[in-house]
């Protein structure tokens, strides 16, 4: 909760642990005075209570409106699986929000990520669900200089590619980020170069870098955290076929997600239903038949 | 004089194992009952309320004690387990408040449905399930009630609906089971629960309104611990007469101490108070069955941990307001003052329980640290009820579990 505070001139704030969804009634009518409300979930788990606002109230106004009125609305928290949580703590939305179309939706990895793209999530004039990761609010980065700049941005809409390669491309978004870098530090003592692309945007998804990575490899892996059915490598699959990249895969896409089933408790069930790096390591060898 | 008798002869026969100590407790001369002066409710409109005394028997006091004993000392050893990390994720203990666990269900009767949040260590236990069950549940072991893929906050069993981690989703669920009754026809009420964070929120107020229009027997309570999470009520809420906010539903508050500086009324001995709980619950049973429809509770109780263990709980309250509590109007300590006073049992016969109840805590614990973890071909099981085995996704394509029903 305290993730907001420095990077608002003003803020007007009030905190209360269990209404959770309260603020999605009153967020979209405070912009209609002219402010910029950031509305925090403790969870996105919460956010099923109030994504009718989400979805009717803010993603849909501008279209239905007729470009008359406007919704420049953030909303974030912490998304997906954390730690023995359990099912109804450990959802990931991506696929959620990233289906509506009025919506902007981010995910960032790292600390430059998420100060680039939440700057960038305020100060666009529609409504942005940033989808962090509480696992990831601990983890220490490089702060590169120029992200320390208060106008450091990162554009929505816009991939990075964290690592180069020639052999296979691997997209992903949030934590697995991370997963795939260190099965790719494995596989590189193989001799294998995977290139890991970072989405930092669900949507509008960044297609052309991904497109391009697979012009170069000729191989997919995609990885995330979220279910399998109609997921993020599902979209990301469907759109490779439809574009140039498709002629230039030499072998099926593959996807890597969390296990299709509700999340379990028990650390060892916990641990098998997220994608782990070795299920990433065995699916890149798969892809490539090695 | 039977009793002495047996006793000496338990002794004399050299087949008890019991302390010489027991002989004189079993041949001392305990009342059989007492009668207590409990606190008026207050009353919303209701014309009258939950009598002013009740009859406690010596039976009842012994079996009250020992259950709320038995929720403190599970509570205790879950925050233990939980800085080993041996418990992961959440954990909501609720010692402090086992006057309405206990409470309630000593109003209702086993055929009655509960449906409660989180905090829900202490009614899975009065609902009927073992300390062991539900240790092995936090553990995350196959010997959990839930084979270990629920943990603390989803437990369930026999007319109890959980354990919920979603605030105030359960409470619309309990609005429901009281629809059920009403359709089955079987006299049974369903109590619904929730906190003074929940009771905020508008799926709360559409629960009142089905359940007042269509009459049914539900009896949502309100355990107002006086924080949601770190919020106080003040904080929270717009009017903090919880027992109120049922608008048309009649309503009843069971007061308890309320402690702390500030321009409030003094420390009232009540809702920590089992034997006011277990009036109110039973004059809102009642009330219920005999088809009136619903019926509000507020209890006032407190929780002497933080919100859940990641909240030391001391940042929005004192020290000394917790310590008020404890030393004035712990519960456990109320219903012992109560029944040696009345010579209703010994303190050492209630010592006697605590010691077989720590074992029993011990016993349970060993188990929920020694049971292996549920068998990882399980992951995919009891995705549909009723279904033929299908194959279940794993992380990639190639990783692939059964799923059976």
Same mark, same amino acid.
């Given at each position: 909760? $305290?993730?907001?505070? *420095? ?59 007729? *470009? ?116 790719? $530090?494995?596989?590189? @003592?193989? *001799? ?23 012009? @170069? ?74 | ?14 087949? +008890? ?328 049992? +010994? ?59």
């Amino acid at each position: 909760m $305290a993730a907001v505070s *420095g990077l608002v001139r003003r803020p007007l704030r009030e905190v209360s642990g269990l209404l959770k969804r309260r603020f999605h009634w009153t967020a979209p009518a405070a912009l209609q005075a002219g402010l910029r409300p950031i509305c925090e979930f403790m969870t996105f788990n919460f956010s099923m209570q109030a994504i009718d606002q989400v979805i009717n109230s803010a993603a849909k106004t501008y279209y239905m409106s007729g *470009g008359l009125q406007p919704v420049p609305i953030v909303f974030r928290g912490p998304n997906g699986a954390s730690a023995g949580v359990a099912a109804q703590h450990s959802q990931c939305f991506a696929a959620w929000y990233g289906h509506c179309p009025g919506l902007k939706v981010v995910s960032p990895w790292n600390s430059e990520d998420a100060k680039g793209l939440i700057k960038s999530a305020i100060r666009d004039n529609n409504p942005v669900v940033v989808l962090e990761n509480e696992l990831m609010y601990g983890v220490p980065f490089e702060f590169p200089p120029e992200a320390q700049s208060k106008d450091f941005l990162i554009p929505i809409g816009k991939a990075k590619i964290e690592r180069q390669g020639t052999h296979i491309t691997v997209v992903s978004h949030s934590r697995p980020v991370g997963h795939c870098l260190e099965a790719a $530090a494995v596989l590189s @003592k193989e *001799g294998v170069e995977c290139e890991v692309i970072n989405m930092r945007t669900i949507r509008p998804m960044d297609m052309e870098t991904i497109e391009a990575s697979v012009m @170069k490899t000729n191989h997919l892996v995609t990885v995330e955290g979220g279910w399998p059915q109609f997921g993020v490598g599902a979209e990301i699959c469907a759109r490779i076929m439809e574009g140039p990249a498709f002629n230039f895969l030499d072998a099926p896409a593959v996807r890597v997600t969390g296990a299709d089933v509700p999340m379990p408790y028990a650390k060892i069930l916990e641990d098998n239903s997220i994608p782990q790096v070795k299920d990433i390591i065995f699916a890149i060898k798969k892809t490539l038949n090695i | 004089m039977r009793k002495m008798l047996a006793a000496v002869s338990r002794v004399l026969s050299g087949a +008890s194992q019991k302390p010489a100590s027991r002989v004189l407790v079993a041949s001392r001369n305990f009342a059989n009952d007492a009668t207590f002066e409990i606190k008026k409710c207050d009353l919303h409109r209701l014309e009258e309320g939950p009598p002013v005394t009740t009859v406690l028997t010596r039976e009842d006091g012994l079996k009250y004690y020992r259950m709320m004993q038995t929720v403190r000392r599970m509570e205790l050893k879950a925050d233990q387990l939980y800085k080993q990390k041996i418990i992961r994720g959440f954990c909501h203990l609720c010692d402090g408040q086992e006057a309405c666990c206990v409470g309630l269900e000593a109003g209702i009767n086993p055929t009655d449905h509960l449906i409660t949040a989180y905090r829900a260590h202490g009614f899975t236990f009065t609902r009927g399930l073992s300390v062991r069950e539900i240790l092995a549940e936090l553990t995350g072991r196959k010997g959990g009630c839930a084979k270990g893929k629920g943990g603390s906050m989803h437990m369930y069993a026999k007319n109890f609906y959980g354990g919920n981690g979603i605030v105030g989703a359960q409470v619309p669920l309990g609005a429901g089971i009281a629809l059920a009754c009403k359709y089955n026809g079987k006299d049974e009420v369903c109590l619904t629960l929730y906190g003074d964070g929940a009771a905020n929120q508008g799926q709360i107020f559409e629960a009142y309104n089905m359940a007042a229009l269509w009459k049914l027997p539900c009896i949502f309570i309100c355990e107002n611990n006086r924080y949601g999470m770190g919020t106080s009520v003040e904080r929270a809420a717009a009017s903090t007469d919880y027992y109120k906010r049922g608008d048309f539903i009649p309503g009843l508050r069971v007061r308890t101490p309320v402690v702390g500086p500030g321009p409030r009324p003094r420390p009232r001995v009540d809702g920590m108070d089992i034997l006011c709980v277990r009036e109110a619950t039973r004059f809102a049973a009642a009330y219920c069955r005999s088809g009136k429809g619903p019926i509000l509770m507020e209890l006032q109780t407190y929780r002497y941990h933080g919100h859940s263990m990641s909240d030391p709980g001391v940042s929005y309250r004192t020290r000394e307001e917790i310590q008020e509590v404890r030393s004035k109007s712990d519960p456990i300590m109320l219903l012992k003052d109560r029944m040696v006073n009345s010579n209703l049992a +010994s303190v050492e016969e209630l010592k006697e329980i605590d010691v077989e109840v720590r074992k029993e805590i011990e016993d349970a614990a060993q188990f929920a640290t020694a049971d292996p973890e549920p068998p990882l071909e399980e992951l995919g099981y009891h995705i549909y009820s009723s279904d033929p085995p299908f194959e279940v996704r794993g992380a990639n394509q190639w990783i692939k579990f059964k799923s059976v029903s």
